[in-house]
């Protein structure tokens, strides 16, 4: 009986010290940055946050079928709208960061920084970009690509990836020798990697905003609410910033 005692003591005390969690569901092209302010928030905060990176769309599939998310970073400002009401905190949604999308390649350029001239040489042969039909940055890249008359030169040489970050693995493995990126994993790229990247001109595709908001399972959780106005500080806006978002 004494031993029984001590044990559920034990366990009550044990679980007055285990940390609460929170489910961060991430556009695959915010992972980097992400991270960083995971450690921040954590250090401040006796909660754990617990990352789950993909495309936006497998995101969204995962949430509409109840998957246990608490906050959602979605790469763009459509698919959070698109979640059924009931499983949202009203007015919650709200920009994040505003990406850039860059052209990397590990070929030799020597020429002015202009993707658009690279492109048309020819000179990639294979050429990655996230998939048009799940991701946002994938979507913006073929908008580009259409906007500066290549598409159909390189319809049949797409290697297309799930995400963006598969794009970035396509490149670092030599499945591809160029791909359209966003400006946060070209900084990744070039720390293990030597290649040039070119500038992809923003009026040739649309704005891509990116919006988080907060699942109605979380509206009651003093750490998710927190989290958002963290995601809002000063403070994180200039870590967002240094991976090459725009922010307001």
């Given at each position: 009986m004494?031993?029984?005692?001590?044990?559920?003591?034990?366990?009550?005390?044990?679980?007055?010290?285990?940390?609460?969690?929170?489910n961060?569901?991430?556009?695959?092209?915010?992972?980097?940055?992400?991270?960083?302010?995971?450690?921040?928030?954590?250090?401040?905060?006796?909660?754990?946050?617990?990352?789950?990176?993909?495309?936006?769309?497998?995101?969204?599939?995962?949430?509409?079928?109840?998957?246990p998310?608490?906050?959602?970073?979605?790469?763009?400002?459509?698919t959070?709208?698109?979640?059924?009401?009931?499983?949202?905190?009203?007015?919650?949604?709200?920009?994040?960061?505003?990406?850039?999308?860059?052209?990397?390649?590990?070929?030799?350029w020597n020429?002015?920084?202009?993707?658009k001239?690279?492109?048309?040489?020819?000179?990639?042969?294979?050429?990655?970009?996230?998939?048009?039909n799940?991701?946002p940055?994938?979507?913006?890249?073929?908008?580009y690509?259409?906007?500066?008359?290549?598409?159909?030169?390189?319809?049949?040489?797409?290697?297309?990836?799930?995400?963006?970050?598969?794009?970035?693995?396509?490149?670092?493995?030599?499945?591809?020798?160029?791909?359209?990126?966003?400006?946060?994993?070209?900084?990744?790229l070039?720390?293990?990697?030597?290649?040039t990247?070119l500038?992809?001109p923003k009026?040739?595709?649309?704005?891509?905003?990116?919006?988080?908001?907060?699942?109605k399972?979380?509206?009651n959780?003093?750490?998710?609410?927190?989290?958002?106005?963290?995601l809002?500080?000063?403070?994180?806006?200039?870590?967002?910033?240094?991976?090459g978002?725009?922010?307001?």
């Amino acid at each position: 009986m004494r031993i029984v005692l001590l044990l559920v003591i034990l366990s009550i005390n044990f679980s007055s010290f285990a940390k609460e969690s929170l489910n961060i569901a991430v556009a695959s092209n915010f992972y980097e940055p992400i991270k960083l302010i995971q450690k921040q928030f954590e250090r401040k905060n006796k909660v754990n946050l617990i990352i789950i990176k993909g495309s936006t769309a497998q995101l969204y599939t995962q949430i509409i079928n109840r998957a246990p998310v608490d906050i959602f970073l979605s790469a763009d400002q459509i698919t959070p709208k698109k979640i059924n009401r009931s499983l949202v905190v009203q007015n919650s949604q709200f920009t994040y960061a505003t990406g850039k999308l860059v052209l990397w390649t590990s070929l030799i350029w020597n020429k002015k920084n202009n993707s658009k001239l690279f492109l048309e040489s020819e000179k990639t042969k294979i050429l990655s970009i996230a998939n048009p039909n799940v991701s946002p940055y994938g979507k913006a890249s073929k908008e580009y690509l259409k906007n500066i008359g290549v598409w159909k030169k390189y319809k049949n040489k797409v290697a297309l990836a799930n995400n963006i970050n598969q794009v970035v693995s396509f490149l670092y493995s030599g499945s591809a020798d160029s791909g359209l990126i966003s400006y946060s994993d070209k900084i990744k790229l070039n720390k293990i990697y030597n290649g040039t990247y070119l500038d992809v001109p923003k009026n040739l595709y649309k704005p891509l905003k990116q919006d988080a908001i907060l699942l109605k399972r979380s509206m009651n959780n003093a750490f998710a609410k927190k989290f958002i106005f963290f995601l809002k500080s000063k403070e994180i806006k200039m870590i967002i910033r240094s991976f090459g978002y725009i922010v307001d």
